[in-house]
T-cell receptor
Framework: EAEVAQSPRYKITEKSQAVAFWCDPISGHATLYWYRQILGQGPELLVQFQDESVVDDSQLPKDRFSAERLKGVDSTLKIQPAELGDSAMYLC??????????????FGQGTRLTVV | AQKVTQAQTEISVVEKEDVTLDCVYETRDTTYYLFWYKQPPSGELVFLIRRNSFDEQNEISGRYSWNFQKSTSSFNFTITASQVVDSAVYFCALSEVTTSGTYKYIFGTGTRLKVLA
């Protein structure tokens, strides 16, 4: 069964260090999302790609976060420098682009980041 | 503005009891989509159901059923004869088209369901 792959599953990093997360969406899915989920809360969108283009990064803290999807397939989310408040689960999701029909997003297992 | 409210933070039931998880949404659009996801301790969000705003027919899938009522902006989820494996956090989500023509998902804060043996 096709699934969204994320790595690493867990990451511990020191404050002010750089950290990167990788996501490989389901094959053929044009839309890719990065969400952040703080413990006890729902996921919040950080950035959304359609193919290789960013279509929504309004909630991405651009002074320290960056995201890319160079060939419209896999994606990398980077934080530099990491802050204590960045500790959270980072979830990647993908969905088909089917015109006006909104299909469901499928999520990876996430990367749990702890900043110490 | 879009908003999804899951007022129940945590629910505990005994195995085999029925349980309903509430979801209330706000949107100004006439076309939108509603979803339920399950998040077990492993962390992955598992898709359960999608409902279009123009289809108010309720749906049943095994022990799961969903009640969509546009008049009250609610999309409630019922588990019949709950089992311990149903223990998880359940999220309701709303999506509507953005100005760029893509869909943006807004999640509620989730309801933690504990099913006790």
């Amino acid at each position: 069964e096709a699934e969204v792959a994320q790595s690493p599953r867990y990451k511990i990093t020191e404050k002010s260090q750089a950290v990167a997360f990788w996501c490989d969406p389901i094959s053929g899915h044009a839309t890719l999302y990065w969400y952040r989920q703080i413990l006890g809360q729902g996921p919040e969108l950080l950035v959304q790609f359609q193919d290789e283009s960013v279509v929504d990064d309004s909630q991405l803290p651009k002074d320290r976060f960056s995201a890319e999807r160079l060939k419209g397939v896999d994606s990398t989310l980077k934080i530099q420098p990491a802050e204590l408040g960045d500790s959270a689960m980072y979830l990647c999701a993908s969905s088909l682009r089917t015109g006006r029909l909104n299909t469901e997003a499928f999520f990876g297992q996430g990367t749990r980041l702890t900043v110490v | 503005a879009q908003k999804v409210t899951q007022a129940q933070t945590e629910i505990s039931v005994v195995e085999k009891e029925d349980v309903t998880l509430d979801c209330v949404y706000e949107t100004r659009d006439t076309t939108y989509y509603l979803f339920w996801y399950k998040q077990p301790p492993s962390g992955e969000l598992v898709f359960l159901i999608r409902r279009n705003s123009f289809d108010e027919q309720n749906e049943i899938s095994g022990r799961y059923s969903w009640n969509f009522q546009k008049s009250t902006s609610s999309f409630n989820f019922t588990i019949t004869a709950s089992q311990v494996v149903d223990s998880a956090v359940y999220f309701c989500a709303l999506s509507e088209v953005t100005t760029s023509g893509t869909y943006k998902y807004i999640f509620g804060t989730g309801t933690r369901l504990k099913v006790l043996a």
